[in-house]
């Protein structure tokens, strides 16, 4: 990187985005539009047809990518489609571990579509970086790991990942939803690609569905490229348009969201309705260390246990800020169930294995007044 590199929250608000050359319009137009006219046959100024590219998405590719230090980005209809083209880059035959506490979407995936067309997969704790190296086989060719994990706040060492996934030839994908480039940057400790469902922080106002793929490797960047024209689950203008909105204030509201987070996890520790609470940020947090070493922050996102369906029902029932709701990352408060909700497709015994028990609520905190979200809480919580 240039010693002159902008700082992250100028990357934010300025990278990939210049004065249309048109009008001179500050913010990058909403392309509408499926195809450009040519010249001559070929003959044409980039862009031929918007599957294969559009300028607003364009933009949003480099901005994410600079918040990332990736060179390159490539935009997806989803966080799952962006999952699903790292995916099949590879083929039928290799293998694919897999972090057993990613994403219930994820997760799905992997077991459901992609494990029919002979991709092997193997499911893995990968807290412990030996798990991973117990799982690799001879056809291994992409290690997926999340982290922290949803919801339980499992943290995998992405350097040691690394090292592994790079001694046979395999790919190691970070799947950098929770705590964003602005927390976490993977490709720094050795990652070969970053994904996202920029539905979550990137985009942060709960408006959008999409995912992106970050990369500096010239092959990965390739296939994705390759995967977008032929596979097509590319995001509309309209949608680029609103993540490329919502990174230009990323900086600003990862900072309230973690000053919320940490206070939030540290006042329902301390009360004794909550049985356990799982952030990152607490020095009770079994791999704190670890986190402390790879993250710069924590964000909003804790998990708190209660004991039983009953009393998570009644907590849920109760807030008044909190809304209850799937998905996470935007400025306002959400709460959800995870065994319940987003994890409702991985098979019971399978959840309980995990920890993820009828008890456990997850928060997402947003930006609003910290006192009002803890007299909600505190409104809420079973005696
Ligand atoms: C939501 C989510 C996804 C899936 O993204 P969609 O945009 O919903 O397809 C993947 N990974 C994580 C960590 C998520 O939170």
């Known amino acids: ?11 934010a608000v300025h990278a990939g985005q210049q004065p249309d050359p048109t009008t001179g319009a500050i913010m990058t137009p909403i392309y509408q539009t ?9 003959v044409h100024k980039g862009f031929e047809y918007a599957r294969v590219s559009n300028p607003t998405r ?10 990332e230090g990736a060179e390159y980005g490539a935009a997806f209809s989803s966080g799952v489609a962006a999952i699903e083209a790292v995916a099949k880059l590879r083929s039928a035959g290799d293998h694919i571990i897999c972090g057993s506490n990613v994403y219930g979407g994820t997760d799905r995936l992997f077991r459901q579509v992609l494990s029919r067309l002979g991709l092997d997969f193997s499911f893995v704790d990968t807290r412990e970086p030996q798990a991973i190296e117990a799982a690799i086989k001879e056809e291994t060719r992409l290690i997926l790991i999340e982290t922290p994990t949803n919801p339980l ?14 001694a046979r030839d395999a790919w190691l994908v970070v799947d950098n939803t929770f705590a964003t480039p602005y927390f976490q940057r993977p490709l720094a400790l050795g990652a070969d690609a970053v994904v996202h469902s920029s539905t979550k922080y990137l ?13 500096s490797n010239d092959e990965l960047i390739e296939g994705l490229r390759f995967m977008q024209k032929s596979a097509g689950a590319v995001p509309g203008p309209m949608d680029c348009w609103l993540v490329l909105r919502g990174t230009k204030t990323l900086h600003v509201r990862m900072q309230a969201h973690d000053r919320n987070g940490r206070r939030i996890a540290e006042w329902l520790e301390a009360d004794d309705r909550v049985q356990q609470v799982f952030f990152a940020g607490l020095p009770s947090h079994p791999q704190h260390e670890l986190a402390k070493r790879q993250m710069s922050g924590f964000g909003g996102m804790l998990s708190l246990e209660l004991g039983s369906r009953e009393r998570a029902d009644a907590f849920c029932r109760a807030t008044r800020i909190f809304t209850l709701a799937e998905s996470l990352g935007g400025v306002e408060s959400l709460i959800s169930v995870p065994a319940a909700m987003t994890h409702g497709a991985v098979p019971k015994e399978l959840r309980e294995e995990m920890g993820i028990t009828e008890g456990l609520v997850r928060l997402s905190v947003g930006i609003e007044d910290v006192e009002d979200l803890i007299e909600d809480l505190d409104r809420a919580l079973p005696r």
Do not use: C, K, W
Request: aromatic content about 4%; glycine content about 10%; cysteine-free.
């Open 1 to 11: 990187m240039a010693d002159n590199e902008p700082r992250f929250g100028t990357r």
């Open 34 to 42: 499926s195809t450009y006219a040519q010249e001559g046959i070929g």
């Open 58 to 67: 364009t933009a949003l590719e480099a901005n994410v990518a600079a918040l």
């Open 153 to 166: 706040m499992h943290i995998t060492d992405i350097a040691a990942a690394a090292e592994i996934a790079h």
């Open 203 to 215: 985009n942060g106002h709960s408006d959008v569905v999409g995912g992106l793929v970050l990369t």
